[in-house]
């Protein structure tokens, strides 16, 4: 059975609120900044939002947020998409400057 793992992610903008939920939850729950999980940095660059999750063992997802689209990137070292196993999925933005290729996806895990 194949999931289309696009399909069930939320939209750009809930899934930029709740990135933004977590990482203030985690400076609430988390005093010491180099031990916390969740990250948002709203002015990452001109117009985009950075959004991460850090483990602190190698798997991470990281959300940019843009004008023009979103992009995700996440790895996860258990999962079956590790770099063993990576299957190639294209992935085409709304607008013409959001544009990829063949985009390796490894894992989303929310």
Known sequence: MEVNVLERLPNP???KKLMKIQASLNIILCQDEWLR???FVQNW???VCMAK???GAGDHLIILFSPDGSIIKGFDHESELSPYG???VTLTGTR???RFQK???MVLIF
């Open 13 to 15: 903008i809930f899934l």
């Open 37 to 39: 999980y969740h990250s």
């Open 45 to 47: 660059d001109e117009g």
């Open 53 to 55: 999750i850090d483990n």
């Open 86 to 88: 990576v299957k190639t």
């Open 96 to 98: 013409e400057k959001l």
């Open 103 to 105: 985009v390796k996806v």
